[in-house]
């Protein structure tokens, strides 16, 4: 079993999270999707596996979240899909991926339904 984190080593909950799998004795795969960019089909996969909305994974309390007025309800998925691609730190973090489930670990404790 491959179990994937999509990690922000200075975010707490990304690290709480990240503490949880080591103390699980769960060896995950560290992406780090600020400095590895993930492209618009591994933002989809993502929210696929989390089934929630483009909307959903946005981070609203970024600057360039409200400097691109993505608070706009018209704008499209695709559009959000494409906010996340150029500025990673819009997206909603841990992600913790374990085949086709994903849980976000908010808190962290979420992503023990899927381990």
Request: hydrophobic content about 35%.
């Amino acid at each position: 079993m491959t179990i994937e984190i999509w990690h922000n080593p200075r975010c707490s909950k990304s690290r709480e999270t990240l503490a949880l799998l080591e103390q699980k004795n769960i060896k995950a795969d560290i992406f780090l999707y600020l400095e590895d960019k993930p492209d618009a089909n591994a933002i989809k996969s993502v929210l696929s596996k989390l089934s929630i909305t483009p909307r959903e994974l946005l981070r609203n309390s970024e600057e360039a979240y409200k400097t691109q007025n993505l608070k706009d309800k018209t704008l499209s998925d695709d559009a959000l899909i494409s906010a996340m691609v150029n500025e990673p730190k819009l997206i909603q973090r841990p992600i913790v991926i374990n085949g086709d489930q994903a849980r976000l670990g908010r808190p962290p404790e979420d992503v023990l339904e899927i381990l």
